[in-house]
């Protein structure tokens, strides 16, 4: 199992910045799929982004791509979401996951088996 807890959220106007983080414990972080979603208030959850275990290929929404940027520094035990260029569209609780099935990158929330708690993001005009 992996435990995990997001932080860097909070208030930032239109056209700023914000860097989430995942601190992962537990298992080896390493051999899990890392995923970010986000739920606005009255949504279903959403895909934003997702990397695979070695950090090599990436997956983004339409929505945040070219906008937002997912990594991971295995040794840290760390999964970064780096968003650019915020839009008031963007305001969300943001969670990140894990999935522990090899050798996919999947979209949909219930593929991942662990999440973080979520961390609020507000984009104001």
């Known amino acids: 199992q992996v435990q995990l807890v997001e932080s860097g959220g909070g208030s930032m106007q239109a056209g700023g910045s914000l860097t989430l983080s995942c601190a992962a414990s537990?298992?080896?972080?390493?051999?899990?799929?890392m995923g970010w979603f986000r739920q606005a208030a009255g949504k279903e959850r959403e895909f934003v982004a997702t990397?695979?275990?070695?950090?090599?290929?990436?997956s983004y929404a339409d929505a945040v791509k070219g906008r937002f940027t997912i990594s991971r520094d295995n040794a840290k035990n760390t999964g970064i979401l780096h968003m650019n260029s915020l839009k008031p569209e963007d305001t969300a609780v943001y969670y990140c996951a894990a999935d522990a099935f090899p050798f996919r990158l999947s979209r949909i929330p219930r593929d991942y088996e662990y999440w973080g708690q979520g961390t609020q993001v507000t984009v104001s005009t």
């Open positions: 537990g298992d080896s972080f390493g051999g899990y799929t």
């Open positions: 990397i695979t275990r070695n950090g090599r290929t990436t």
